[in-house]
């Protein structure tokens, strides 16, 4: 499955890391890590979550699979680093993010829009469209997976005129991409290679709207939250 948007409302603080499990599958159900029979909602469904749990009986768990791998990191660092309250769809190609986002136009709470490990123009574009059109919400958005290298992140591919269309989306006041990708346990990967350490990169906007959540609630979705650990 391609990155999938989802919605953040309001939350409080906390800080956790996952750990391996022998359950879960994957974002389209037929690569699962571990042999299992779960089905996740259908593309474009969108689902009101609380908590990890809650997404995980919709969803599904940790996963090799990279689509389901992004959001469900995504979905997790945002309920373990502030948030609260979110609404979360898949989706099956890109095409989908447009519809998926239209159905989030009448949910009036949500003030934050994402969709984890996202990073090309028809993406970036989508999501900042949909916040400028709405005007009281804003895009967390992410870079391409590697600009540079991890243990070496290349800043001058963000601004440099002949690599920045392919690494940044464009201005605008309704959005805010995050650099680089952070490190973290992936149960799944734990698993699949119980002798290797299980860690890889994820995309950071779902954490980062999680530490957004408190901020927005005390002082508005346009105040960035400098200094939030």
Do not use: M
């Not at 974002?27 to 699962?32: E, S, Y």
């Amino acid at each position: 499955d391609s990155p999938t948007p989802t919605g953040g409302g309001r939350g409080r603080p906390g800080s956790a890391t996952p750990e391996a499990s022998p359950s879960g599958g994957s974002g389209d159900g037929n690569k699962p890590f571990v042999e299992d029979t779960f089905k996740p909602r259908q593309a474009c469904e969108v689902v009101f979550c609380t908590n990890f749990t809650e997404y995980k009986q919709a969803f599904g768990d940790f996963s090799t699979d990279e689509g389901q791998r992004n959001l469900t990191h995504g979905v997790y660092g945002f309920f373990q680093n502030g948030g609260t309250r979110c609404w979360v769809a898949r989706e099956k190609d890109k095409a989908q993010i447009t519809h998926v986002l239209g159905k989030f136009e009448g949910i009036d709470e949500i003030a934050l829009v994402l969709a984890p490990g996202a990073s090309d123009q028809v993406s970036w574009g989508a999501l900042l469209d949909h916040c400028e059109k709405l005007g009281e919400r804003f895009a967390i958005l992410d870079t391409p997976k590697e600009v540079g290298t991890h243990e070496t992140p290349d800043i001058g591919a963000l601004t440099d005129e002949t690599t920045r269309k392919t690494n940044v989306p464009r201005d605008s006041n309704h959005g805010a991409v995050y650099f680089p990708w952070i490190e973290a346990l992936d149960p799944a990967t734990k698993i699949k290679n119980p002798k290797e350490s299980g860690r890889l990169y994820v995309p950071p906007s779902a954490h980062v709207a999680g530490i957004y959540a408190p901020v927005d609630q005390e002082r508005g979705v346009h105040k960035a939250p400098p200094n939030e650990v």
